[in-house]
């Protein structure tokens, strides 16, 4: 069962020996057997991995590769595309989840078996989950077309090496954390701006939500299997937040303009829930694949700032009951297109850039939103919830009009502060914060106001020549007396915190004695010779774990703060969780800041998120502050880095370490953890300085504070 198809990069090719892609330029130029270039560029070549791996083991140069990262690498060095084998993939890994003994009976003979009997399953289980059939050819709803079609014969047996390569490490993870794991890959080759499963799930928990007394009816129609629409679904993130509600599996429909993420997004959800699925490929502003569906609920994260939206073929739409969008502003298109889906008593959400709130080309729609009643709330978000992370966005929350008397009022909730505390405690408040206000107010059509964060405000005051819907406009942050006593509080711990960062301040070089040995030239080793000897042990973080375990992510390692992530709440993930213990040194691998930083007591037991590397020493022969300090040295880092992309890239194994006796490494140990505390309390400072400065500055220009 070769594989011989797969190529690979040179960069492939250094992950696969464990070595910088330098290393793989000189065996190319040194050895006249290497493998010769099967395609790609003259900067950028291919080479097939059958070949190369061959000249690796001949030479000793294969690193043992672990099977996920085996069969990532038949994923994306595919021939025809990554796109096309993930899509094979993920058809393979649904039969498994579905039929394992099929499976075992289909994969026990030859590759040419395999790839003659494979289609006809395929096609029947592809059909039942996913409706359609392979010769549909009329759109217009769940019995349409669908979006992944059934690979032929020759195509399978190309991929044979893959497929049977996937259904062994389902057998260990999986089928659905495999795909999982392949769909991340995948997403990040191709630079997808995806939706944050925290900020799904708070979407599908706003759409969730069923009016009370005097809304927009009860529970009658939920006898009736639920329907949810995205008609942007990218790779499903919205559709399978929805598939995770307490009640009966809703009918899951989407809609993607890239036919590759219509199909790979139905695979995913197939696999996560056992409810009817249909998507389906197509431009959903011009070629609507779902026109008579009226929808429970409508998620949507739209594309932004898109002009070729169909300003010119779609002036006579009847979806634009409140105004035709101009050019600029396709976000109120895809508003219109939710409404115009939803049934009577549907919610639907969609994330907006917070431009589409006050631009004034928008102004009429937006009034017209408010008058009817269609537009029921605004919340904004932090910047960094979602792409892009420069941006605070906001949610939109509507409701079909008529039914129910327009609203007076419109919610407005702002969330874009944040609490000043762990970024995980703030996303814990912001979802709070959204959903008890739109809960309390789509039961009473009404919210207690709270300063600064939420207000239910008259429609008639906001319908003036600008019709500014942020948030923030209208509920400006209260300073009173009470700010004026914690300012003070926060100029005393300002001041001994500046106390105590004079006091960990490193002594100047002319006072220290000479460094013993290790500071000038001496022996040194590689993180991956300690690696080979036994010495370090090194993991790579994942997305892996356990529900309710924090994630120490790559912002926490390079800001010093606590784990702040976490795991999706259906506790899948695509391998075995890494946990962190105390000791233990952890790198980011992307971003090309020298950071590494050791595990205390606060970070230990929590899973180490992506892009980033764990090295595990034995305390018996390796200091961790000691490995640490030296790993972190901005010379040695640069070294072991990649520039090759716009993405600076830190290969660990080719890190730096000086030979020395564990009593000299721990003497270089506690200089190092002290300018650790030293660099905790700048950060505290500067944290402390900021509060005081802008707590200052808003006390003053409220009138709270005299001028004197």
């Not at 021939?79 to 993939?89: D, M």
């Not at 003994?101 to 399953?121: C, K, N, Q, V, Y």
């Not at 004695?513 to 090194?538: H, I, S």
């Not at 564990?662 to 003497?667: A, N, T």
């Amino acid at each position: 069962m070769q594989d011989n198809a797969t190529e690979v990069t040179a960069a492939d090719i250094a992950r696969l020996a464990g070595v910088g892609r330098a290393a793989v330029s000189n065996w190319r130029r040194r050895h006249a057997d290497f493998p010769k270039p099967v395609g790609g560029t003259d900067t950028s070549p291919a080479f097939l991995l059958a070949e190369v791996e061959q000249w690796l083991r001949r030479q000793g140069k294969l690193v043992e590769v672990p099977l996920r990262e085996r069969v990532w690498q038949q994923v994306s060095g595919h021939p025809e595309s990554p796109a096309a084998a993930l899509v094979q993939a993920g058809c393979v890994l649904l039969l498994v989840h579905e039929r394992p003994t099929r499976w075992l009976e289909i994969a026990a003979g030859s590759d040419e078996r395999l790839a003659a009997l494979l289609p006809a399953d395929l096609e029947q289980i592809l059909t039942r989950r996913l409706g359609g059939t392979a010769a549909s050819t009329e759109a217009g709803g769940p019995d349409g077309p669908r979006a992944v079609r059934v690979p032929a014969g020759p195509e399978l047996l190309a991929s044979a090496a893959l497929l049977r390569g996937v259904a062994e490490l389902a057998g260990g993870s999986g089928p659905r954390q495999t795909y999982e794991f392949l769909l991340d890959r995948f997403v990040d080759l191709r630079h997808h701006a995806l939706t944050p499963p925290g900020l799904a799930e708070l979407m599908a928990d706003l759409a969730e939500t069923v009016p009370g007394p005097g809304g927009d009816g009860g529970d009658g129609d939920r006898a009736a299997p639920r329907v949810v629409l995205d008609p942007a679904c990218g790779t499903g993130a919205l559709l399978r937040a929805a598939a995770s509600r307490p009640h009966p599996e809703p009918v899951l429909l989407g809609q993607d303009s890239a036919p590759a993420l219509a199909a790979l997004a139905a695979l995913r959800l197939a696999l996560h829930t056992p409810g009817p699925v249909h998507t389906a490929p197509g431009d959903t502003l011009r070629a609507d694949a779902f026109p008579a569906v009226r929808a429970d609920a409508v998620l949507c994260h739209p594309p932004f700032n898109e002009r070729n939206w169909g300003h010119e073929d779609l002036a006579y739409d009847p979806r634009w009951e409140y105004g035709f969008p101009a050019r600029t502003e396709s976000e109120l298109a895809w508003v219109q297109h939710a409404l115009a889906r939803l049934k009577d008593t549907g919610t639907a959400v969609l994330l907006m850039p917070p431009a589409a709130a006050s631009r004034r080309s928008g102004r009429r729609i937006r009034a017209d939103l408010l008058r009817r009643g269609a537009l029921r709330a605004v919340i904004a978000l932090p910047a960094g919830s979602a792409p892009p992370h420069s941006l605070p966005l906001h949610l939109w929350v509507l409701r079909r009009p008529g039914v129910t008397p327009a609203q007076p009022r419109l919610l407005l909730v702002d969330t874009s502060g944040g609490t000043g505390g762990r970024p995980e405690t703030d996303r814990r408040e912001v979802r709070e914060t959204a959903l008890n206000a739109w809960r309390s107010f789509d039961r009473d059509g009404d919210v207690a106001e709270e300063p600064g964060r939420v207000r239910a405000v008259p429609v008639i005051d906001l319908l003036d020549d600008d019709v500014d819907l942020t948030p923030a406009r209208h509920l400006p942050p209260p300073v009173t007396a009470q700010d004026t006593e914690q300012l003070t509080v926060v100029r005393e711990r300002l001041g001994e915190t500046l106390r105590r960062t004079a006091e960990l301040a490193p002594l100047p070089p002319s006072d220290l004695a000479p460094a013993p040995g290790a500071g000038g030239p001496g022996p040194v080793t590689t993180v991956g010779e300690l690696v080979r000897g036994g010495v370090l042990t090194l993991l790579q973080g994942g997305t892996g774990g356990r529900r309710g375990l924090p994630v120490l992510t790559d912002h926490d390692v390079l800001a010093g703060t606590a784990p702040s992530g976490a795991l999706p709440d259906d506790g899948t993930g695509d391998e075995e969780p890494v946990v962190t213990r105390t000791g233990d040194v952890v790198l980011p691998v992307l971003g090309g800041e020298p950071v590494a930083r050791v595990v205390g007591d606060e970070a230990a037991g929590a899973v180490l998120g992506r892009n980033l590397v764990l090295l595990r020493p034995d305390p018996d022969t390796l200091d961790s502050w000691f490995l640490a300090g030296f790993l972190r040295g901005t010379g040695n880092q640069r070294r072991a880095s990649s520039f090759a992309s716009t993405a600076t890239r830190l290969d660990v194994r080719r890190l730096r370490v000086p030979r020395l006796p564990l009593e000299d490494q721990r003497r270089y140990g506690e200089r190092f953890r002290a300018l650790d505390e030293f660099e905790a309390a700048l950060r505290q400072a500067a944290a402390l300085g900021t509060r005081l400065v802008r707590g200052s500055y808003d006390a003053l220009t409220d009138g709270v504070l005299p001028p004197v």
